[in-house]
C-alpha cells in the first residue's frame, strides 16, 4: 500500500515508518520544513510538503494515498483544548478525502478519555467530562458510516523507548531539578504503559485489516502505580522518595500535575485477541531502568 503518514518524523511517527516499510508498504510523509523533508527522504520515505495547518494539503495527501495514519499532535499543554479542536478538523479534513473508496483511515486517540479509576477496554466509549481527543475519535469514527474504513489506536499515558521525550523524562528532570522523586498521596494511581515498537506493529495491523469503526487498544502495562516510578527514578538518581500532598505537588509538579495524578488502567486483551498483537518490547520500568533515560 501506498501509505501517508502524519507526524513521520515524530517519536511514535518514526517508529510507524519503519514497521510499515519493513513490511513492503511505501510510505509518504508529512514534512512541513526542509529539515523534515531530508529526514524522511534519509530513511526512503516520500516527501508530501504540508502542515497540520494546511487542510488542503492534508486532503490531497490522503486523496492520492492508498491509506491514512494520522500520528501527529500539536502537545500544547497551555491551550490543550485548540490542540484538540484542530485535531478533530485534520481527522476530518483526511475522511473526507477518503470518503466513499472504503481505504484504512488510522486516528491516534488516547485512553486518558476513559473513566478514571477503573480499567479501561476497546468497548468504552469517551467519559464526557474528558477533555483529552474526545472530539478526534468521534469525528473519525463518525467516517465509518461515509464509506471509510475508519479505526482509533488510542495511545497509553506512557509510550516509551529510546528518544522518548514525554511523562517520564519530565518526571525525571522534575526529581534532578528539586533533589526529590516525588508521588501525590499514597502513589497507588497507575499509568498505563506501552513501547513504541510495540505500538507501531499495531498502527500496521489496523491499517492492514481493522474494520471501520473500530477501536484498538495499544497497551503493554495495564497500570503501573506511581510510586513505583518514583522509587525507580530515586534509586537512579540517588535522592528522597517523598510522597507530596496535593497541596504541595501543585509548586512541585505545575503543569505536569494533572499526568502525576491520573489514574488510567486499561487493557488490550481484546485487541491481542482479534489482531494476534502481542506487546514484546520491554515493560515500562524495565526500559526506563537504563541509562539512556538518564543520561551520564
Given at each position: 500500500?501506498?501509505?501517508?503518514?502524519?507526524g513521520?518524523?515524530?517519536?511514535?511517527?518514526?517508529?510507524?515508518?519503519?514497521?510499515?516499510?519493513?513490511?513492503?508498504?511505501?510510505?509518504?510523509?508529512?514534512?512541513?520544513?526542509?529539515?523534515?523533508?531530508?529526514?524522511?527522504?534519509?530513511v526512503?520515505?516520500?516527501?508530501?510538503?504540508?502542515?497540520?495547518?494546511?487542510?488542503?494539503?492534508?486532503?490531497?495527501?490522503?486523496?492520492?494515498?492508498?491509506?491514512?495514519i494520522?500520528?501527529?499532535?500539536?502537545?500544547?499543554?497551555?491551550?490543550?483544548?485548540?490542540?484538540?479542536?484542530?485535531?478533530?478538523?485534520?481527522?476530518?479534513?483526511?475522511?473526507?478525502?477518503?470518503?466513499?473508496?472504503?481505504?484504512?483511515?488510522?486516528?491516534?486517540?488516547?485512553?486518558?478519555?476513559?473513566?478514571?479509576?477503573?480499567?479501561?477496554?476497546e468497548?468504552?466509549?469517551?467519559?464526557?467530562?474528558?477533555?483529552?481527543?474526545?472530539?478526534?475519535?468521534?469525528?473519525?469514527?463518525?467516517?465509518?458510516?461515509?464509506?471509510?474504513?475508519?479505526?482509533?489506536?488510542?495511545?497509553?499515558?506512557?509510550?516509551?523507548?529510546?528518544?522518548?521525550?514525554?511523562?517520564?523524562?519530565?518526571?525525571?528532570?522534575?526529581?534532578?531539578?528539586?533533589?526529590?522523586?516525588?508521588?501525590?498521596?499514597?502513589?497507588?494511581?497507575?499509568?498505563?504503559?506501552v513501547?513504541?515498537?510495540?505500538?507501531?506493529?499495531?498502527?500496521?495491523?489496523a491499517?492492514?485489516?481493522?474494520?471501520a469503526?473500530?477501536?484498538?487498544?495499544?497497551?503493554?502495562?495495564?497500570?503501573?502505580?506511581?510510586?513505583?516510578?518514583?522509587a525507580?527514578?530515586?534509586?537512579?538518581l540517588?535522592?528522597?522518595?517523598?510522597?507530596?500532598?496535593?497541596?504541595?505537588?501543585?509548586d512541585?509538579?505545575?503543569?505536569?500535575?494533572?499526568?502525576?495524578?491520573?489514574?488510567?488502567?486499561?487493557?488490550?486483551?481484546?485487541?491481542?485477541?482479534?489482531?494476534?498483537?502481542?506487546?514484546?518490547?520491554?515493560?515500562?520500568?524495565?526500559?526506563?531502568?537504563?541509562?539512556?533515560?538518564?543520561?551520564?
Amino acid at each position: 500500500m501506498r501509505v501517508f503518514v502524519t507526524g513521520a518524523t515524530g517519536f511514535i511517527g518514526s517508529a510507524i515508518v519503519r514497521e510499515l516499510i519493513g513490511a513492503g508498504h511505501e510510505v509518504v510523509g508529512l514534512a512541513r520544513s526542509e529539515a523534515a523533508a531530508a529526514a524522511l527522504t534519509g530513511v526512503g520515505v516520500s516527501v508530501h510538503r504540508g502542515s497540520l495547518d494546511d487542510l488542503d494539503s492534508l486532503r490531497s495527501g490522503a486523496a492520492a494515498a492508498d491509506g491514512v495514519i494520522h500520528a501527529a499532535f500539536v502537545h500544547d499543554f497551555r491551550d490543550y483544548a485548540e490542540a484538540n479542536r484542530q485535531d478533530s478538523q485534520v481527522v476530518k479534513a483526511l475522511g473526507e478525502a477518503l470518503a466513499g473508496s472504503d481505504r484504512p483511515l488510522v486516528v491516534t486517540s488516547v485512553t486518558a478519555l476513559l473513566t478514571p479509576g477503573r480499567l479501561g477496554t476497546e468497548m468504552d466509549t469517551a467519559d464526557p467530562h474528558s477533555v483529552a481527543r474526545v472530539a478526534s475519535e468521534e469525528t473519525a469514527l463518525a467516517m465509518a458510516s461515509q464509506g471509510v474504513r475508519a479505526s482509533v489506536v488510542r495511545l497509553p499515558t506512557s509510550v516509551h523507548g529510546d528518544g522518548d521525550k514525554g511523562l517520564v523524562p519530565t518526571l525525571i528532570d522534575v526529581a534532578r531539578r528539586t533533589g526529590v522523586s516525588a508521588y501525590v498521596g499514597d502513589g497507588s494511581n497507575r499509568w498505563p504503559a506501552v513501547h513504541r515498537l510495540d505500538a507501531a506493529k499495531l498502527y500496521r495491523l489496523a491499517l492492514e485489516s481493522a474494520s471501520a469503526g473500530t477501536r484498538l487498544h495499544a497497551i503493554g502495562d495495564e497500570g503501573v502505580a506511581l510510586r513505583d516510578i518514583a522509587a525507580l527514578i530515586g534509586r537512579r538518581l540517588n535522592v528522597p522518595v517523598v510522597s507530596k500532598s496535593p497541596e504541595e505537588a501543585v509548586d512541585h509538579f505545575n503543569w505536569l500535575m494533572h499526568f502525576v495524578m491520573m489514574d488510567n488502567p486499561a487493557s488490550s486483551a481484546l485487541t491481542q485477541e482479534h489482531f494476534e498483537w502481542r506487546p514484546g518490547q520491554l515493560t515500562l520500568l524495565s526500559d526506563i531502568d537504563r541509562q539512556a533515560y538518564f543520561g551520564n
